[in-house]
C-alpha cells in the first residue's frame, strides 16, 4: 500500500514531458505543471506554427503566457526529494536509459539485455535467466537499445553468422542464400578472432600511452629546464647590463671630473693673467698720469729734472703669450666621446643581431620533420618580395616585386649601399627563420635559386651566389642542376622542371632544394649551421630572361620521390 502511495506521489509531482520530477514548476492558465524548461522548449517548438497549447489538454493559450515559477510546487518536490523517495525513482528507465521490455505501466530501467531473446529486463524480469535451465546459455550483456541491429532485415532472423567475403553479420538464412559459396563463420568465431586482435592493439595502445607518459614526463622536465635557464639568463643578463651601465656611468663621471678639473685650471690660469693685466692697466694709467702731469709742467728745469724717471716704463705682458681659440675650449672632448657613442651604438647592434638570433635558435623541442607532400609544404608557405634597394641595375622588377627580368639598359634605381653591382642578383626583402617554404618558376636558360646572408658583398667576382660562404645556391642549366658554396660545386642529377621548391628549416639547419611538376623530386638537401637570417636571392644572366616568385595556394598531396 505504502509503495502505491509512493509511486502516486511521484507520479503527481513529475512533468508529463520529461517524466522526471518537477524541476522549476511552472503552472499555466489550465492549471497543469510542468517544468519550466521543458513547456519552454515545446512552446518554441510550437512557435512555428503560431499556436502555444497545453502538452496533457491541447487547450490553445494565446498570448503565449509568462511563466513563473510555483513555489509550492518547488517546495513540495522538494520535500519530497528529502523523505527518500526520489532514490526510488532512480530505478524507473528516463530518456536515456534502456527500458525493461516486460514492465507494464512505468518501466524500470533494464539491468541487462539478452543476445538470444533479443529483449531487456528490470532485475524482477531477468530473474528466470537465472532460474530456469532453458535459459542457461543465453547470452546477457549490459542494457543495450541496439538489440534490433542484430536481427537480419531480409528474413528477420538472429544474425549469429559473419561473413569475411562482405565483411557483415548475416542470419543463417543469408549464408545458404545471397552469401552462398563466401567466407562465412560464426559470429562468436569471428569475435575470437577479432578479440584477440583487440588485444594486441590493447597492448600496442598502452605501450604507446607509456612511451607517451614518458615523453610528457621528459617534456615537463624540459620545461622546467627552459623556465630555470631562462630565469637564470634573464638574472645574468641584468647583472651584465647593469655592470655595463654602472661602467658608463663611472667613465661619464670620470670624464665630468677632468672636464671640472680642467675647467678650474686653465680658469686659474686665466685670471692670474687677467688680475696682471688688470695690475699692468692701473700701472699704466697712474704712470700716464704723472707724464701727462709733467707735460703740463712750465718749469723747464723741473720738466727736465723729473722726466728720466718718469719716463722709464716696467716690461709690459705680451699679449702674443694669449692664446685665444674662439669656441674651441672642450669641443674636443665632445666629438670624442661622440666617436665612443658611435662605436658602441656599432657594437651593440652588430652584437644585438647576433643575441636576438642566439635567442631565436634555442632548441626547446626537435625540429619539426621536413613534410612529405606538397600539401605538407605549403603549410610553411611564406610571402616573398624582391627588394628593390638591392637589385642590380640591369633588373627589372614587376609582378608586385616577384618577377625578376634581365634588361638591355640600367633602371632608374636610386643610389644604395645594398645594390648589388657585379653579379645580376637581387634578395628578397624579408628576412627568413624558422621553418619557410617558396618556388621560383623561371624562364631562364640559367639561373641561381639561393639564399643568403645579408651582409654578403655586393661586388667583385666573390659576391656571387654560392662564390661565398655567406650563400648557398642552386645552379639551375636547362635540365642541368649544380649546388654551389664556398665557390665549390656538387653535380646534382634530376628531373628538369621549370619550378624548383625550397624548403628552409633555419634552426635545423636544413635546406632542401626540390623538383616541383606532377611530384616533387628531392634535388639536394643540405645539412648546416645558420648564424645568421636568411633571404631568399635569385642570379639570372641573359636578356630578357625571368625568374618569379610563385603565389601559393592549397593543393592537392604530392609524392615525394627520395
Given at each position: ?214 615523453d610528457v614526463k621528459l617534456l615537463q622536465q624540459e620545461v622546467e629546464a627552459i623556465n630555470h635557464s631562462a630565469d637564470k639568463t634573464v638574472e645574468d643578463s641584468e647583472k651584465i647590463f647593469t655592470e655595463l651601465i654602472r661602467l658608463i656611468q663611472k667613465r661619464s663621471s670620470d ?84 666617436e665612443l657613442r658611435d662605436k658602441l651604438q656599432d657594437i651593440l647592434r652588430d652584437t644585438w643581431t647576433n643575441i636576438s638570433l642566439t635567442l631565436t635558435e634555442v632548441e626547446v623541442l626537435l625540429s619539426e620533420p621536413e613534410p612529405k607532400s606538397r600539401a605538407g609544404f605549403l ?67 640559367v639561373a641561381y635559386i639561393a639564399v643568403s646572408y645579408k651582409n654578403i658583398s655586393r661586388a667583385g667576382n666573390g659576391s656571387g651566389f654560392g662564390y661565398n660562404n655567406k650563400s648557398w645556391s642552386l645552379y639551375c642549366y636547362q635540365r642541368k642542376y649544380e649546388f654551389w658554396h ?77
Open positions: 500500500m505504502e509503495q502505491k502511495e509512493d509511486q502516486l506521489d511521484r507520479e503527481t509531482f513529475s512533468c508529463s514531458i520529461c517524466l522526471d520530477l518537477l524541476k522549476d514548476p511552472v503552472t499555466i492558465p489550465c492549471g497543469h505543471s510542468y517544468c519550466m524548461n521543458c513547456i519552454k522548449t515545446h512552446w518554441n517548438q510550437e512557435a512555428q506554427k503560431g499556436i502555444h497549447s497545453c502538452p496533457q489538454c491541447r487547450e490553445t493559450l494565446t498570448p503565449r503566457p509568462i511563466l513563473k515559477k510555483n513555489t509550492m510546487l518547488a517546495a513540495l518536490v522538494e520535500q519530497l526529494k528529502k523523505t527518500g523517495l526520489q532514490a526510488a525513482d532512480h530505478c524507473y528507465a528516463g530518456p536515456e536509459d534502456v527500458a525493461c521490455d516486460f514492465c507494464t505501466g512505468r518501466k524500470l530501467k533494464a539491468i541487462k539485455s539478452c543476445l538470444v531473446c533479443l529483449a531487456s529486463y528490470c532485475e524482477k524480469h531477468l530473474q528466470p535467466h537465472y532460474d530456469s535451465a532453458t535459459f542457461k546459455k543465453h547470452k546477457l550483456v549490459e542494457p543495450s537499445k541496439n538489440l534490433q541491429e542484430n536481427i537480419c532485415s531480409r528474413h528477420d532472423e538472429v544474425m549469429k553468422m559473419f561473413c569475411r567475403t562482405d565483411q557483415k553479420c548475416i542470419c543463417y538464412l543469408c549464408s545458404v542464400d545471397e552469401h552462398k559459396g563466401h567466407d562465412t563463420v560464426s559470429a562468436a568465431a569471428e569475435r575470437t578472432e577479432r578479440q584477440r586482435e583487440l588485444e594486441v592493439r590493447r597492448e600496442e595502445i598502452q605501450q604507446r600511452i607509456q612511451d607517451r607518459e614518458k670624464v665630468k671630473q677632468q672636464i671640472r678639473s680642467q675647467q678650474e685650471t686653465e680658469v686659474s690660469r686665466v685670471k692670474e693673467l687677467q688680475e696682471k693685466l688688470e695690475q699692468e692697466i692701473t700701472e699704466l694709467k697712474r704712470k700716464d698720469a704723472e707724464l701727462k702731469q709733467l707735460s703740463n709742467t712750465e718749469d723747464h728745469n723741473q720738466f727736465l729734472h723729473n722726466y728720466p724717471s718718469l719716463s722709464a716704463l716696467s716690461e709690459s705682458t705680451h699679449s702674443s703669450s694669449i692664446n685665444i681659440r674662439p669656441l674651441r675650449y672642450f669641443e674636443d672632448v665632445t666629438a670624442a666621446v661622440s603549410k610553411y608557405a611564406c610571402k616573398i618580395t624582391l627588394d628593390p634597394d638591392t637589385a642590380h641595375r640591369y633588373l627589372l622588377l614587376s609582378e608586385e616585386n616577384r618577377k625578376v627580368t634581365v634588361m638591355d639598359q640600367h633602371q632608374s634605381y636610386s643610389s644604395h649601399p645594398d645594390r648589388f653591382t657585379e653579379c645580376f642578383q637581387v634578395l628578397s626583402s624579408e628576412s627568413l627563420t624558422g621553418c619557410c617554404y617558396w618556388e621560383v618558376e623561371r624562364r631562364a636558360k664556398k665557390k665549390m660545386s656538387t653535380s646534382i642529377s634530376g628531373p628538369g622542371s621549370s619550378r624548383v621548391g625550397v624548403y628552409l628549416d633555419h634552426r635545423a639547419g636544413l635546406l632542401s632544394f626540390y623538383s616541383v611538376s606532377k611530384t616533387m623530386t628531392l634535388l639536394h638537401r643540405v645539412q648546416t649551421t645558420f648564424t645568421q637570417p636568411l633571404h631568399a636571392g635569385l642570379w639570372v644572366f641573359n636578356f630578357a630572361d625571368t625568374a618569379e616568385i610563385g603565389k601559393l595556394k592549397k593543393a592537392k598531396p604530392f609524392r615525394i620521390k627520395s
